[in-house]
Structure formats: structure tokens, C-alpha cells
């Protein structure tokens, strides 16, 4: 099996909130973890790329002191949305892969960020 | 600029007959390609993958073609099962590259009874 799990998976808070969101591969050790954001009807947008003990790869126009990633494990990586307003409200997701860029990414279940 | 396409939005198919499930690609580099299925709620579900060296690779009810000379791929499931009702996403990459992940919009496969 491949089992990632995502923690929490729906958070409701305050604007001006830091929210921090949990990834775990809970049956392979995950060289990589990768966090991606959704809009409504929309496909999967990549925002980062993170290497266990490096700093992440974040992608084009993704403000990497808003999106704070730390991988700190081969087993868990963090994603914390700092300071968080209404428009960062989306679906948050994030993936793992065991080995090299052949293996298939492993999902999580999502976390739902709504900010008030 | 969508470089991994798909047309069909949405798709019927009656239970026990096939399922055909398309997939359109613009970036040559890409050389390998993968596909997801989605429940609501959940994260996407790994199904089958394939490397550009190959044109077809197939796992149980599940088989995926590449036509690489048309940039495309497509996904068959065989017999169609009601479970087989969901969201299902193709995905492409460039091996050895930056290693992103490149998702289509999706299409929505439901499965008639």
C-alpha cells in the first residue's frame, strides 16, 4: 500500500490566522512530498516541491514566505498558510512519492481552508 | 497555456460495457503519464501509469494507451463497474526533470446500472 494522510481536513479560522497543515506517508518513506492547490473547477496547481531536509521548490507566483513547507522527515511535511486572508480560502492537497521521478505520487484526502 | 487536456468534461457508460477515458498532450517533453481517479472528498487515487517507451500498459480492468506521435493517451476500463463512478484526471511529467506533475481538468465518469 501507499497510504498518505492529511491532517486537518477542513479548517474554518479568522483572518490574520497562521494555519498549519499535516502530511504523513503512513507506509513508505516519502523522498519527496509535493503540495498542490485547487480552485473550484479547476485541475490540481503545483505550488511546491520539497525534498526531505532541504528547503522546498516553490513554483512560479506561489510567495514562499506566505506558504511556509518544511519537510522534516522522510514521513511528514508541513505546509503553513501565515497570516491567512479570505482569498486563500481553496483546497489544499498534498502527495508523496517514495524513490525516483518513476514511481506515481501518492495523494492525501485534502484539507478544506475556509478564512472568515 | 493547458498542456494536458481533456475534452470530455463528463461521461455516461453502461454498467459491464467499456469505458474510454481520453487524455491530450501539447509538451513533447513529457515521457511519462499517469491516471487518477477522484471521489468527492478524497485525494486522488492512483490507478496505472506508463513511460513513453511503451504504448500500452495495462493492470487488471484497467489499460492505458499512448499514441505519442499524436500526443495522446487514453484509459479503458473494462468491464465498467457502478464503483467505477468518479472524477478521473490524467497527469504527465518529464522523467528526470523538474518532476512536476501536470493535471488535466478531469472528467467525470458515471456508470449507469
Known amino acids: 500500500g501507499a497510504v498518505v494522510s492529511q491532517h486537518p481536513s477542513w479548517v474554518i479560522c479568522k483572518s490574520g490566522t497562521s494555519v498549519k497543515i499535516e502530511c504523513r506517508s503512513l507506509?513508505?518513506?516519502?523522498?519527496?512530498m509535493f503540495w498542490y492547490r485547487q480552485f473550484p473547477k479547476q485541475s490540481l496547481m503545483l505550488m511546491a516541491t520539497?525534498?526531505?531536509?532541504?528547503?522546498?521548490?516553490?513554483e512560479q507566483g506561489v510567495e514562499k514566505d506566505k506558504f511556509l513547507i518544511n519537510h522534516a522527515s522522510l514521513t511528514l511535511s508541513t505546509l503553513t498558510v501565515t497570516s491567512a486572508h479570505p482569498e486563500d480560502s481553496s483546497f489544499y492537497i498534498c502527495?508523496?512519492?517514495?524513490?525516483?521521478?518513476?514511481?506515481?505520487?501518492?495523494f492525501g484526502d485534502g484539507t478544506r481552508l475556509s478564512i472568515l | 497555456d493547458q498542456q494536458v487536456k481533456q475534452n470530455s468534461p463528463s461521461l455516461s457508460v453502461q454498467e459491464g460495457r467499456i469505458s474510454i477515458l481520453n487524455c491530450d498532450y501539447t509538451n513533447s517533453m513529457f515521457d511519462y503519464f499517469l491516471w487518477y481517479k477522484k471521489y468527492p472528498a478524497e485525494g486522488p487515487t492512483f490507478l496505472i501509469s506508463i513511460s513513453s517507451i511503451k504504448d500500452k500498459n495495462e493492470d487488471g480492468r484497467f489499460t492505458v494507451f499512448l499514441n505519442k506521435s499524436a500526443k495522446h493517451l487514453s484509459l479503458h476500463i473494462v468491464p465498467s463497474q457502478p464503483g467505477d463512478s468518479a472524477v478521473y484526471f490524467c497527469?504527465?511529467?518529464?522523467?528526470?526533470?523538474?518532476?512536476?506533475?501536470?493535471f488535466g481538468t478531469g472528467t467525470r465518469l458515471t456508470i449507469i446500472p
Open positions: 520539497s525534498n526531505e531536509g532541504s528547503k522546498a521548490t516553490y
Open positions: 502527495s508523496a512519492r517514495r524513490g525516483r521521478s518513476n514511481q506515481p505520487q501518492h
Open positions: 497527469a504527465a511529467s518529464v522523467l528526470g526533470g523538474n518532476e512536476k506533475l501536470t
Open positions: 507506509d513508505f518513506q516519502a523522498t519527496t
